[in-house]
């Protein structure tokens, strides 16, 4: 009998963790599946382990080969999987019971090349959210693409998708060696599919290392494993470059905001291969859009400017202010005819370093926070409570504007301010004349800084609606 699903599971020296995987897939919802074990040149007692499922479990297939890496492993064992669907498995991970049964089942039921599915990191047995993986799966999706859905960019793993075989065989996927052999063949996968079913559901439990040998991603400040990083994110433009150059750019903005925090981690740590470090450092942001450089928050930015420049004890002093704040750095203004705004970081301003001003400038990090926290009736109006504020910026605001909107007219409200960030203002139900909803927009303004926005839900997060039932005038309630 052909098997629905082929699950290819390569691993090497994981004794401690590999009994738990092998539970994890045996016990699939979807039953109708061949687990094809790899063992990658194990000296530990992986291969017990594995042999033990292989005689319990006719579904278990185990073969071996001489310690080539994760990357032919796998391929030796796509050259033999049957099943009309494939996914892949790392041997410390863990899959939940109904994974396989809802990939398998979109796949069938929309006819896409692949699915995918949210992920949640493994800590000492506690789930937690996977930081690779934020934001992806929020709004999930079927029949999509990652031209159109671009924050598929960020999910950058292959285990936690289920292929279509003859797509994968099609398209000529097929694993480098070497270190993140995955990153490459995610991203090709993701672009030459047709269409790209996403699933909200978590389908995958990644574990961090506790015990045992450590994994690729716990050397991942080692210098040679940040080579071979650098070498599948070139791997990785090349082919984004030839075949969806307009995906480049969020490329480069995640390289900066997660890829780089391992290089900075290795030179906090470095002494005698500070040197390497530094022409690596330089090697990767050569690799990336000089524009998108540009754009990257200014903290980060600075951290560049310092790695470009050869600063390592500077560099250790902002990434320490960096994890020394609870929150968020600020943002002050400068300038008295012109008001330019800049991250209060180390080294502004430095004679002695003379940074551009233009790598601290955080003008575009400036965001509106604007929501209301409370609204009652007094028994001749309403009277709303609203905060206003600017995110990073711990200045009141010099101008604030609030009106009702129903999509074609436009209440003005009387304000007063209350405290720091406090507004407090009336409603009158007659001026209304319609039931709504309304919304409530904002416009503030502070030192050439001027937004404007809706307001916000104080305990949903939702934006913010005002109607009026039965089109009544007085004493009504307000279903926000």
Known sequence: MIPLLSVVVPFHNVEPYI??????????????????????????????????FAARDERFVLIGQRNLGPGPARNQAVRQARGTYLTFADSDDVVPPEAYELL???????????????????VDGELEESVLHEKVFRRPQLCTHITDKQVLIRDRTVWNKVYRRDFWERCGLRFPSGIYEDVPVAMQAHVLATSVDMVGEVVYHWRKREEGEHSITQRRSELPNLRERLAA????????????????????????EKDTVFLFQALERAEEEAGPLLDLGRAWMAALGPHVLASAPSLRRLELHLLGRGLISELRAVRDFRRGREDVARVVPRGLRVTNWYGDYPFFRSRRLRIPDEVFDARDEVKLIARVDDCEWTGAEYRLRAHVAFH???????????????GNRRVPLETRRRGRYGVVASID??????????????RAELRGLVFKGWCRDGESGSAWRFSVPGWS???????Q
């Not at 009994?19 to 992986?46: F, N, R």
């Not at 005038?473 to 279903?479: E, H, K, Q």
């Open 392 to 406: 990073r910026v711990d200045r009141k605001i010099s101008k604030v504007g609030l009106w009702l909107c129903d």
């Open 233 to 256: 994110i070139q791997s990785v433009r090349a082919f984004l470059d030839e075949r969806a150059p307009e995906l480049l750019d969020g490329f480069d903005a995640l390289v900066l």
């Open 429 to 442: 139900p007659s001026r209304l004349h319609g039931a709504g909803p309304w919304r409530l927009q904002v």
């Open 19 to 52: 009994t738990e995987c092998l539970k994890s897939l045996a016990a699939q919802t979807l039953d109708d599946i061949e687990v094809i074990l790899v063992d990658d040149g194990s000296v530990d007692g992986s291969r017990r382990v594995a042999e033990d």
């Open 473 to 479: 005038r007085s004493g009504m309630d307000i279903p």
């Open 104 to 122: 398998v089942g979109k796949l069938a039921e929309t006819g896409s090349d692949l699915a995918c599915g949210a992920v949640r990191r493994l």
